[in-house]
C-alpha cells in the first residue's frame, strides 16, 4: 500500500478525520509552520456511512469478482477524502478486508509511496451525498481456491470505521494474468524502462546509493550490540532476539537482491506518488513524479524509496504499510514492534537514519 509524505496532514487528522479517509495522519511533521491543502472545507467530527453489495453473490470461474461500494456522508458538515482512499478511480490500494474461510487473502494491487496531497488529490461529500462505484477485484486479491469469501471495507485513520461484511462465494480461477511488459534483464544488475538520459543518471545514483544504504544496515544488525541500539530501538522496538534477527534477515536478503538481482526501475508513472510496486512482482520498480524532486539521501529520499519499495517483495522481505511517516513509524515501534517488523516505511527510515543514530 502507499506511503504519504508530510506533516500538512496533520491539522485534519487531528480533527477527528480518521473516518475521512486520509490514511496518513501518522506522517512526519516536519514543522510548526506547515501549511495545510485542506482549504477551507470543514472535516466532518461524525462518520462516514459504507455499504458493500453485489449484483451476485455466486461467481462460476470465468465471471468478474466485483462488488459496489457506496460512501455517504451522513453529517451536516462537507467531508473532504482521498481520492486514492476511496474507490473513485477504482482501487489501488489495499482498502478491503477479504478473508478465506477466515484467513486474510492476499493483496495482488499496487503499494504505493505517495506524495503529499495537492487539490486534486481530494473531492468532497456533501451533507446526504454519497460516492457509488462498482470495481473490479479479480485481478486485485487471490481468488484462485473454491469456497466462501468475505469482504468487508475497512477505513483508515485512528477511529474505527468499516462496512458491513458481505460474504462471495466464488469458483476458483488461475492467479490473473500478469500486464504484458518488457522482461527484465537476464544478467543480475540495473536496468531501466521509459526513462530519459537524465532520469537513468538520477535512477543510478539512487541505486548506489540504496545498496549503501542497504550494506550498512546490514553492518550495524551485524556488529552493534542489540543492548546498545537506540537505532533499531527506535524503528523497530524493544530488541529481542526474534526482532534482531528478523530485522537483519530481511536486510540481508535486500542487500543480496540489490547486489545480485536483476532490478527494473521503469520511469512511465505521472501520479502524485514516489513510486509503487506490486509484492509479487520482483524486482521491476515503478518510479513517479515525486521521485524525481525528493533528495538523493536523508528522510524520503530517493534511495529511501528503493530501500521502501524493496522490502514490499515477497521475495525480500513481505512488508506492507501499517505506518506512513516518520512519527507514525515511532509510534509503531512502541505500540506493534510485530507490525514495525512488517512495514516498509520502518525499513526506509531506519536504513536513512536521518537523523543519525548509532
Request: proline share 8%.
Amino acid at each position: 500500500m502507499s506511503k504519504r509524505q508530510g506533516g500538512r496532514l496533520r491539522g485534519l487528522c487531528g480533527a477527528g478525520a480518521g473516518l475521512l479517509l486520509l490514511g496518513a495522519c501518522g506522517a512526519p511533521p516536519e514543522g510548526p509552520d506547515d501549511a495545510s491543502p485542506l482549504g477551507a472545507v470543514e472535516a466532518a467530527t461524525g462518520g462516514l456511512s459504507a455499504h458493500l453489495s453485489a449484483a451476485a453473490t455466486s461467481l462460476r470461474a470465468e465471471e468478474e469478482v466485483s462488488l459496489t461500494l457506496a460512501l455517504t456522508n451522513p453529517t451536516a458538515h462537507p467531508v473532504r477524502l482521498l481520492v486514492w482512499n476511496t474507490p473513485a478511480q477504482g482501487l489501488t490500494e489495499n482498502l478491503l478486508t477479504v478473508t478465506f474461510n477466515g484467513a486474510p487473502v492476499e493483496y495482488r494491487g499496487p503499494h504505493f509511496k505517495r506524495a503529499i496531497p495537492r487539490p486534486e488529490d481530494f473531492l468532497v461529500l456533501a451533507p446526504g451525498e454519497s460516492l457509488t462505484r462498482t470495481v473490479t477485484l479479480s485481478g486485485v486479491y487471490d481468488w484462485s481456491r473454491s469456497g466462501p469469501y468475505t469482504v468487508r471495507y475497512t477505513g483508515v485513520g485512528p477511529e474505527s470505521f468499516s462496512s458491513n461484511s458481505l460474504t462471495l462465494w466464488v469458483s476458483g480461477r488461475p492467479a490473473p494474468q500478469e500486464p504484458l511488459e518488457a522482461p527484465p534483464a537476464a544478467a543480475p544488475g540495473l536496468s531501466y524502462r521509459q526513462c530519459s538520459d537524465s532520469q537513468k543518471s538520477d535512477i543510478a545514483q539512487a541505486f548506489t546509493t540504496a545498496q549503501s544504504m542497504a550494506h550498512r544496515a546490514v553492518s550495524y544488525l551485524s556488529e552493534t550490540p542489540p543492548i546498545r541500539a537506540p537505532r533499531y530501538k527506535t524503528w523497530f522496538g524493544a530488541a529481542t532476539a526474534t526482532g534482531w534477527l528478523t530485522v537483519r534477515a530481511h536486510f540481508n536478503t535486500l542487500k543480496r537482491a540489490l547486489n545480485t538481482k536483476p532490478v527494473v526501475v521503469d520511469c512511465g508513472c505521472t501520479r502524485n506518488a514516489y513510486a509503487y510496486v506490486y509484492s509479487h512482482r520482483p524486482y521491476t520498480i515503478y518510479v513517479c513524479n515525486a521521485f524525481w524532486s525528493a533528495p538523493m539521501t536523508g528522510t524520503d529520499s530517493k534511495g529511501g524509496t528503493l530501500i521502501h519499495e524493496m522490502s514490499h517483495f515477497h521475495a525480500v522481505a513481505g512488508t506492507e504499510d501499517h505506518a506512513y511517516g516518520q512519527s507514525a513509524a515511532k509510534s509503531l515501534a512502541l505500540s506493534h514492534p510485530s507490525k514495525a517488523r512488517d512495514n516498509a516505511d520502518s525499513h526506509e527510515y531506519f536504513a536513512e537514519n536521518t537523523p543519525m543514530l548509532r
